[in-house]
């Protein structure tokens, strides 16, 4: 397939969109389930008509609007009338508290939000006074709420318009440069402090020009969008698929994905390494409900594993006992995406080689990528030209990489980000002068230019979801009890966050006495289950007004005090993680020892 004209804006994009006369361009749900398409002419039309209604309201050049929702084909055209009038997108995860959505409105100085649900209006119409927005639209049609401005209002008679085309709004749209600011991501430093990441449209579109031109993609192509828009993987890898005229069909609720997959049957899908983990588990899930599948699989899977490189090769394997497997075992977990799916593409956290090679070993090949939020996002990536298990591909040819001594990952290019929003010295400390970002990942080069992520030099904890967890912040709030001594947050490449709890044991063996608990040392103490119970009981009061993702689900009290002296504390009194981490190896493995059927 040739590749198409290079994008400078994001609004290029739309444009490329707008005039695709693709009637089937985006698909989404209704109330009944029903797949309905939205051609390309009622993209631009709604995106026009939104756009306009938010200049009207005084959005300019520049100003910040904040979007609030769920995967849904108004995402995007809200995304692209921001854009389209000069504006700045600020996506935010919908699953945040509305104290945690007021914080970020109020840094991004937002006037306007766009919302999905009345839940999401009534959580930040709550805080609304310690923010500054006079706007905030709704995209649910229902009735009118008071202080809610509903999208279907602004959005009545775009439709009926058809091909007709606003050359002024078409002039707007064509006076973006890549130099303007076009969005603010925010993530959590390591002290819990949001961080809004300025990405230009140039910084994004120099990406989308590179990242995934080692694969075949093109009209014929659909793909189902279901990670969080609000992070920059799911929302760049969609302009991807937008830019290039698949089709995108849109799903609000990640337990709907399994029955959307059979439904669309996509030929592409972007996933984290949880979402295949999910599919792995109930592919043994299912086969252990029989003696004879759980036999069935274990030998398809361990027949398979003779042909994995094979896979991964772009190559079909021909032996007898892989081909008697993919009609018996392997063509029942592609079904689990559609059947269709010939591009798998992970990222947001890093895979496994274990989880690689079990797909590898049922045929499929999943295209492991590697980058962040401020390198809009795709630093490398495997593809069926260039691939490596365990590696995370090699470096794109728009940028340039090289390591510290202490072997962190440092990059430069026309996709690194431009800074954090009004955070001159957090900016300062991670891109030097000569354009050089830090990326807070140690990592080496094999000899064959693939590029390896061997460790996290950052504190931040990263679900295997692909959520960024700040651990400082809720450690606090577990010390807020006088029960706790220090403690500190586990999880990273995990599905759920967990807690050690080193107790202050001279409050706790006082409350121990009075409770007429009875324990000869530490060790009795905190496996005594009154004393777990109580424990639970601070647990559960330091998730109050937490974020999903940031919750602590499981726990476990040490029977040490952490000091300096013992080696745990440095002498400011801050935790040592890796030499903790180190010393209850054993105890964070029990922890996740079942973490294949937990819930997270």
């Known amino acids: 397939m040739t590749e198409p004209t290079p994008l400078s804006t994001i609004n290029d994009l739309f444009r490329r969109v707008a005039s695709s006369s693709n009637s089937r361009a985006v698909l989404w749900q209704d109330e009944f389930g029903r797949w309905l398409p939205i051609s390309s002419d009622q993209i631009y039309q709604r995106v026009r008509a939104l756009g306009l209604a938010l200049k009207s309201w005084g959005v300019r050049r520049g100003d910040r609007v904040a979007l609030i929702a769920e995967n849904r084909w108004e995402w995007p055209v809200a995304d692209f009338a921001i854009l389209a009038i000069g504006g700045v997108d600020v996506p935010i995860y919908p699953t945040l508290t509305g104290e945690q959505i007021a914080e970020l409105v109020r840094d991004a100085g937002c006037k306007v939000a766009i919302v999905s649900t009345r839940q999401q209006f009534e959580k930040l119409h709550a805080v609304r006074e310690k923010t500054q927005l006079e706007i905030i639209v709704m995209m649910d049609a229902e009735e009118a709420l008071e202080g809610a401005t509903l999208l279907r209002e602004v959005l009545t008679g775009a439709d009926a318009r058809g091909k007709e085309r606003d050359k002024e709004f078409d002039a707007l749209v064509q006076s973006a440069r890549p130099e303007d600011l076009a969005t603010l991501i925010y993530t959590s430093g390591t002290t819990g402090e949001p961080k809004g990441v300025m990405l230009t449209h140039g910084n994004i579109a120099s990406n989308q020009n590179v990242c995934v031109a080692d694969f075949d993609i093109g009209p014929t192509d659909s793909c189902i969008s279901f990670l969080p828009l609000s992070h920059i993987t799911a929302r760049a890898l969609d302009y991807v698929l937008f830019a290039r005229g698949a089709q995108i069909a849109y799903c609000s609720q990640f337990d709907r994905l399994p029955q959307a997959m059979k439904e669309v049957?996509?030929?592409?899908?972007?996933?984290?390494?949880?979402?295949?983990?999910?599919?792995?588990?109930?592919?043994?899930?299912?086969?252990g409900l029989s003696p004879v599948k759980r036999r069935l699989l274990t030998w398809a899977v361990k027949a398979g594993a003779r042909h994995c490189d094979t896979v991964y090769a772009g190559g079909k394997p021909t032996a007898l006992t892989w081909r008697l497997a993919q009609k018996l075992v392997y063509k029942k977990v592609q079904e689990a995406f559609g059947g269709r799916v010939r591009i798998f593409l992970s990222g947001g956290a890093p895979l496994g080689v274990g989880t690689a090679r079990w797909f590898g070993s049922v045929g499929i090949a999943v295209w492991e990528g590697y980058g962040l939020t401020e390198t809009s996002p795709v630093i490398s990536l495997n593809s069926p030209k260039w691939q490596r298990l365990g590696s995370v591909g090699k470096v794109m040819p728009n940028v340039e990489l090289k390591f510290a001594e202490d072997g962190e990952l440092l990059v430069r290019g026309p996709s690194i980000f431009n800074g954090y929003w009004q955070k001159l010295v957090a900016t300062a400390e991670c891109k030097d002068a000569a354009g050089w970002f830090r990326t807070g990942d140690i990592g080496r080069l094999d000899a064959d230019g693939f590029l390896y992520i061997t460790d996290r030099k950052k504190e931040l904890l990263k679900t295997s979801g692909g959520k960024l967890v700040a651990p400082q912040p809720i450690e606090n709030r577990l010390k807020t009890s006088p029960f706790v001594g220090q403690a500190a947050l586990v999880g990273d490449k995990h599905k759920f966050i967990s807690a050690l709890i080193s107790p202050n044991f001279a409050v706790l063996e006082a409350w121990a006495k009075e409770q007429g608990i009875a324990a000869a040392t530490h060790e009795d103490l905190v496996t005594n289950q009154r004393v777990i119970e109580h424990y639970d009981a601070v647990v559960r009061e330091a998730n109050v007004g937490l974020a999903n993702f940031e919750t602590i689900k499981r726990f476990r009290l040490v029977a040490e005090e952490w000091s300096q002296e013992a080696g745990q504390l440095t002498p400011s009194m801050k935790?040592?993680?890796?030499?903790?981490?180190?010393r209850y190896a054993d105890v964070v493995a029990e922890l996740y020892a079942d973490e294949a059927t937990a819930r997270a």
Do not use: D, N
């Open 265 to 287: 049957r996509p030929s592409i899908i972007v996933g984290v390494p949880r979402v295949y983990e999910k599919i792995r588990q109930e592919v043994e899930r299912r086969a």
């Open 575 to 582: 935790l040592k993680r890796r030499v903790i981490t180190e």
